[in-house]
């Protein structure tokens, strides 16, 4: 293969039309590609699904052991040999732990719609309760299904939603998935071992995993090891991945979608992650700042965590901004817990900013005459390093 062609299939391989990237227990994003378009997202829907399963066993609605009644359009669904997993003949039964079990280990579409019904008492009202959660999270996303499947599927087992049209498919954001994401894997984090299971056994059924980069699979890579979570497909979607994993003892999620290659985008986006960032104090916990207008230092604490994760080839750029007032005509007084500096840190791969704040540790005085510097005090972007030139 020519150096040109590897390229290309490269290119391609690497190519989404939208990614996150964020630590599961901060928030905090470390990449962002498109990250707010509404996308198609298939089975990756089936996770707002197994949350407000997962709600519903909370607060003991349902239970583990329950048995779900399946309507015979489910049913069906799951003779289908392209849409289903495992056959659900009338004669056998199942409970909410095999359907849960079905769906997000081997994305069982049945499945999926069975537990929806079972909460909510019918397909329409369980949609309906997806939405609600999306606005209760304020996230970009409008579900239509509770499997992920579009109309053009769905409208053959008369379980399209009415009122939509015959092509309408789940539309979410990259950023919505993944917050759903972190709230069913921080909620409910058993959900990580139920995942990261490569087959589960279902009455005399073998339903095989589906997310194919965990370990002992295909696409498993043990430089950037992956322990779920979930994976989609359809014609208009494309690829899309939701995948956990921890880098510096840190709980990652990694989302792609509308990939051209199934995994490889997500792994390489993981393992660019492995390579370039680090989680580490980004800005110092302790300062000496002179307040600016005067001669007086003062000893400053970082409010908070400090620690972030960071791009070594693309640092965060630093704004500046003097918050504590002074006063030309009456004494000045810094109270303890004052804050009197703040840095604003930006990401250039994710576009967030993040704030550390500089409080006093205790009382302080200013003493002596006070005189007003004449010049503004600095607001351009700024290096790290630079940003402290005052700090000892």
Known sequence: MSSQTAQAASNKADKVKAAYIIDAKS???VYAQNADEKLPIASLSKLMTLYLVEQALKKGQIKWDDQVPIQKEVRKMATSATLSVMPMPAKEHFTVKELFEATLVGSSNSGAIALGEYVAGSNAKFIAMMNAQSKRWNIAANFVSASGLDNTDLTTYHLNLKGTDEQAQNMVSARA???IARHLINE??????????SKVKI????VPTSVQIIKGQKFYDPRVPADGLKTGYTNQAGACLVATFKQ????MIATTLGAAWKFTANNNLRLMLKDSERYQNVAPKTIKYQIPGTKTTVRLVAKGTNRLWENTEHPYTVRREATWPLHRTQPNYLGAKTTVLKLHLTDPQSGETHTVAYQTPAAKTLLGPLQWATSAQPTNQLRLNTAFAIAE
């Open 248 to 251: 510096n003892g840190r709980r």
């Open 27 to 29: 928030g905090q994003a």
């Open 188 to 197: 409910f984090p058993d959900v990580i071992t139920t995942a990261d299971q």
């Open 177 to 179: 998935i993944t917050t």
């Open 203 to 206: 009455h005399k059924y073998t």
